[in-house]
């Protein structure tokens, strides 16, 4: 990963997106079911989009978006966490969908950015 200023990171963000992705957590998880109906699966699938739609309308700034994805990303600041593990894989999966060119420039040197 290419490492970004720290002095413009939006740390409010970070924490709102975080607390976002809590959110959208539990309300999956009352949803699991060994068997679930038609209705439950359309209520899931409602969620998924609204989730990834209030991600979607966040202006991310690339600072912002390496220090999540380096925090995500490295196994110290994760822990061992079956519950950590899937929310930041939600929440990696959500901004490679929503913000999908600036998820891949922290990737990339400067000169190869898209």
């Known amino acids: 990963m290419i490492k970004q200023d720290s002095k413009a990171i939006n740390y409010k963000q970070i924490k709102k997106l975080t607390d976002e992705t809590k ?26 989009a609204n989730y990834n739609n209030k991600v979607a309308k966040l202006k991310i700034k690339p600072e912002t978006m390496y220090s999540m994805l380096h925090t995500m990303l490295d196994k110290k600041d ?3 966490s079956d519950k950590a593990e899937v929310m930041n894989s939600r929440l990696l999966n959500s901004l490679y969908i929503s913000h999908t060119d600036l998820f891949i420039n ?3 040197k400067k000169s190869q950015k898209l």
Request: aromatic content about 12%; proline content about 0%; charged content about 35%.
């Open 106 to 108: 922290c990737f990339i």
């Open 23 to 48: 959110v959208y957590m539990n309300e999956i998880g009352s949803l699991h079911k060994n068997e679930m109906s038609e209705e439950d699966w359309r209520e899931y699938d409602d969620l998924v």
């Open 78 to 80: 994760v822990g061992d």
